[in-house]
DNA sequence: ATTCTCCGGTCATCAAACCC
DNA sequence: GGGTTTGATGACCGGAGAAT
C-alpha cells in the first residue's frame, strides 16, 4: 500500500479559513497568531504536562492570548489524535433509587480532577436495554465504563471486557472472571444487623433476600444463613423468601407471604432498603406494628429512611466513597491498563434508628 | 466505487536559534 | 560544546462529503 505523492492541493471547496465569521471559536492556531508563536508553541504552552519545556516569558504570552481570544480548546479534536474522549460510561440499574445520587456524586469528583465528565444512564433492570447503552457507549468511545448493574453471569461484562474496555463494577460484582470491583463487606453488614437484633432478645429472625442473580442478593443470603447458623438459628425455606427483585413492591409480596406462614417472625433483615420499605407496607396491611410486633432491618441507609415512621434501621454504606473509588480505579486502569485486577472492599456500619426494639416478651 | 480533503489539535522528530 | 527553547513538518485520529 504505497502512498500516493504529495503534492498539489486543489483550492478547497469549504469555507476558506479567512472566510471564517467573525463569531467563530478561537482555534489554536489563532491564539498562536495572537501570541506571535507558532502552533506547536502554543499547544506545548497550553499543555500543562509539557509547559515545563516552554519559558514562562512565551507561557504567559500564549495564556494571555487565549484569554484574550476566549480560547476554550477543542476536546472533540484533541480527543480524535489522543484516542481518548475523556468520557466515562455509568450506567446504574434504577435512577430513582436515592442510594444512587451520592455515588455519582463520588464518580464526578474524581472524574473531574483529570478532567473526565460521566454520561450517567439508567438500565432499569432489563438487559435489552443495556445492550443498546453499551452500542452507544462504543459509539461514543467512551474511555472506560463504570457499572453498577452486574449480575453473577452477566453477558454485558464479558462483551465489554471481551471488546478489550476498560470497566470497573460499582457495589455489584460477577462470578468467575475477574474484573474490577468496588464493594461493600456485605457479610459484615449482615452479622451487624442480625447481632442487633439477637442483641434486642429476638430469636425468630428472617430474611427477605434479594435477586439471587446478583452478588447482592446471593451474598447477604449466604451471610444471613451463616450468622443464623452460628447462632444456633435457623435459615431455611421458612424464614428465608427470596423477592425476585429489589423493589417496593417485591418486598411486600415477599413479607406478606413470610408473616402469613408459620414461622411469626419478631425480627426481619431486609437485604435492602426497598425491600425493609415493603416490609412496612406488609406490616401495615396485616396491622402489625414495627418494632413492637416485627422489627426492621434495611441496608444500603439509602438518603431519606431516616425520615421514614419508624426511622428505619440500616446497615450504612458509605456510597459517595463507593463512586469516588471507583472512579478512582478506573482513572487508574486507564493509565495502566496492566494493573492487577483490584478489589475494594468498604466497610459498612449498621446505624441504628426506630424499627428495631426488644422483642416483645409476650412473643 | 474509490480516493481525497477537511475539520482542530497532538505527537514525534529534526533543525535552528539562543544562552551559559 | 552542550543544553534548552522554539519553529517547522508531516502523519494521524474518524467520518462526512466532495472529487475523481
Known sequence: MAKSPAGKKPPSARLPVADRPPAAPARLKDVADHAGVHISTASRALDPLKERR?????AEKVKASARALGYQGNVIAASLRRRRSHTVGVVVPDLTNPMFPPMFRGIE??????????????SDFNLEREWQLLDMFIKRQVDG??????????PIVRAALE?????????????GT???AILADEPAGIREAFDH???LGHRRIAHIAGPQDVSTGRTRREAFAAVAASHGLEAGPRNVVIAGQFSEEAGRRAALHLLESGFAPTGIVAANDAL????????????????????????????????????????RIPQ???????ADELVARLDDPARPVARRILPPKLIIRDSTGPVRQSA
Open 320 to 326: 459517595y466513597r463507593m463512586g469516588y473509588e471507583a
Open 163 to 175: 471488546r478489550g474496555m476498560e470497566i470497573v463494577l460499582m457495589n455489584r460484582s460477577t462470578a
Open 54 to 58: 516552554i519559558s514562562p516569558d512565551v
Open 109 to 122: 469528583d474524581r472524574l473531574q480532577q483529570i478532567g473526565y465528565s460521566a454520561l450517567l444512564t439508567n
Open 276 to 315: 425493609a420499605l415493603g416490609v412496612y407496607d406488609a406490616l401495615d396491611e396485616l396491622n402489625l406494628a414495627c418494632p413492637g410486633d416485627v422489627s426492621v432491618t434495611g441496608f444500603n441507609d439509602m438518603p431519606f429512611v431516616d425520615k421514614l415512621k419508624p426511622a428505619l434501621t440500616s446497615v
Open 145 to 154: 465504563l463504570i457499572l453498577a448493574t452486574a449480575r453473577l453471569d452477566d
Open 197 to 199: 437484633l439477637h442483641d
Open 178 to 180: 475477574a474484573v474490577p
